[in-house]
């Protein structure tokens, strides 16, 4: 079984650049997120989709940061214009379920960005 | 903001020898995962103890649960090269979905 992907795994922007990155869950998975990840921290969440529907989404910068997950499949986070402060980790992840709470989580690779 | 806090934040340890992390939380919860971040590479999950459970095993990893003091202990027994990675502790917020709060981490390190 593939596990979750995620592209492209290091960027390098120069900072008011937009920048993108794309995640495919794993095949069958409801339920994505997106996470941000400081150095020396843990995950954060930025947003929650069940299937195309953003559930959860209290975390996401809206005013710099946009995702979609048309299809209910594969998703895209978005950050336009980039700030020196979003240098981070960018992680996906799905799980299978819906609402339920003892979800394992399976994690892509993770995006490293860094903006100059 | 990160719920969970982790203890001690690095451990360096030899080969062979057992390797405890620890976990504080500050609200109820359903559940508690572990999971662990080699350097690089996405967090992979290790063991789920829920709140009704004190103790919990797999292979080498012990995972206790206190939840009258809010924390979670991870015991690796005869820890390996392999072991070494950040470990981090997640519960759920006590919520009905699967959300996960991460702590802080533990960066442990085993030397061969």
């Known amino acids: 079984e593939a596990g979750v992907v995620q592209s492209p795994r290091y960027k390098i922007i120069e900072k008011k650049q937009p920048v993108a990155f794309w995640c495919n869950p794993i095949?069958?998975?409801?339920?994505l997120y997106w996470y941000l990840q400081n150095l020396g921290q843990g995950p954060e969440l930025l947003i929650r989709y069940e299937n195309e529907e953003a559930v959860d989404d209290s975390q996401l910068p809206k005013d710099r940061f946009s995702a979609e997950r048309l299809k209910g499949v594969d998703s895209t986070l978005k950050i336009q214009p980039a700030e020196l402060g979003d240098s981070a980790v960018y992680l996906c992840?799905?799980?299978?379920?819906?609402?339920?709470?003892?979800?394992?989580?399976?994690f892509g690779p993770g995006t490293r960005l860094t903006v100059l | 903001s990160q719920q969970g806090e982790e203890d001690p934040q690095a451990l360096s340890i030899q080969e062979g020898e057992n390797a405890t992390m620890n976990c504080s939380y500050k609200?109820?919860?359903?559940?508690l995962q572990w999971y662990r971040q080699n350097s690089g590479r996405g967090l992979v999950h290790l063991i789920l103890i829920r709140s009704n459970e004190r103790e919990k095993h797999s292979g080498r990893l012990r995972v206790t649960l206190d939840t009258s003091k809010k924390s979670s202990s991870l015991l690796i027994t005869a820890s390996r090269a392999a072991d070494t990675a950040s470990y981090f502790c997640?519960?759920?917020?006590?919520?009905?979905?699967?959300?996960?709060?991460f702590g802080t981490g533990t960066l442990l390190a085993v030397q061969p």
């Open positions: 992840a799905s799980s299978p379920r819906g609402v339920q709470s003892d979800n394992e989580q399976f």
């Open positions: 609200t109820s919860i359903n559940n």
């Open positions: 095949s069958g998975h409801n339920t």
């Open positions: 997640a519960t759920d917020g006590g919520g009905a979905t699967n959300k996960l709060i």
